[in-house]
């Protein structure tokens, strides 16, 4: 399962910007999905997600700003992000678990996408 993310890049403070996440390969069902984000000499650290009861979980740092949603039918995640501060640049990963189309269970991790954020 391979994921494909898209939408970052440099925006000035205040800004917004959208990140895409598209899922492919053999899904027989996509389970938790969203995104991850790891600035310079820190931890990655999730940012928002999806879980596999479609429930919504967002970092405190970002609530009120940032906005996930999904299409099912197109296996794709979105991350509308707003008011954008300089403590958000990061490389934002997009992250999915689920079922294979042959039964196993699987996790993966798209490329990163950078965001940085000028003050």
């Known amino acids: 399962v391979q994921l494909q993310a898209s939408g970052g890049g440099l925006v000035q403070v205040g800004g917004s910007l959208r990140l895409s996440c598209a899922a492919s390969?053999?899904?027989?069902?996509?389970?938790?999905m969203g995104w991850h984000r790891q600035a310079p000499g820190k931890q990655r650290e999730l940012v928002a997600v999806?879980?596999?009861?479609?429930?919504?979980i967002y970092a405190d740092s970002v609530k009120g700003r940032f906005a996930i949603s999904r299409d099912h039918a197109k296996k794709t995640v979105y991350l509308q992000m707003n008011s954008l501060k300089p403590e958000d640049t990061a490389v934002y990963y997009c992250?999915?678990?689920?079922?294979?189309?042959?039964?196993?269970?699987?996790?993966?991790w798209g490329q990163g996408t950078q965001v940085t954020v000028s003050s």
């Open positions: 992250a999915a678990d689920g079922t294979t189309g042959w039964g196993s269970p699987f996790e993966s």
């Open positions: 390969g053999s899904i027989f069902r996509l389970n938790a």
């Open positions: 999806f879980t596999s009861g479609d429930r919504t």
